[in-house]
């Protein structure tokens, strides 16, 4: 099972930017999909962006033209630009790897511990 650490959050005023990262303990070459989840206070865990092994990415609807995955496979990160960042922005942002796990036939979930970011309006 991979580790994830993300790292990046923080503190930013309406309209501007984070990079969040996500450092995996192996390598991501092979995880199926890497993405980014938020959970903003008294709401469900929802995703964000995710981007596959194949480099195809997938973005949230509200995130779609402001928000950015990326990857850096040298590295073993995965990276979330948000640009044009707005007060319902503001949540903890988890990093996610889900991988096939050919030992036990099914699909794994990994999660790292989380960011804060706070978006003032």
């Known amino acids: 099972q991979v580790q994830l650490v993300e790292s990046g959050g923080g503190l930013v005023q309406a309209g501007g930017s984070l990079r969040l990262s996500c450092a995996a303990s192996k390598s991501i070459f092979s995880i199926n999909t890497m993405g980014w989840y938020r959970q903003a206070p008294g709401k469900e865990r929802e995703w964000v962006a995710s981007?596959?092994?194949?480099?195809?990415?997938h973005y949230e609807d509200s995130v779609q033209g402001r928000f950015t995955i990326s990857r850096d496979v040298a590295k073993n990160t995965v990276y979330l630009q948000m640009n044009t960042l707005k007060a319902e922005d503001t949540a903890v942002y988890y990093c996610n790897a889900h991988q096939y796990d050919f030992q036990i036939a099914t699909y794994r979930d990994s999660w790292g511990q989380g960011t804060q970011v706070t978006v003032s309006s």
């Open positions: 981007i596959t092994s194949g480099g195809s990415t």
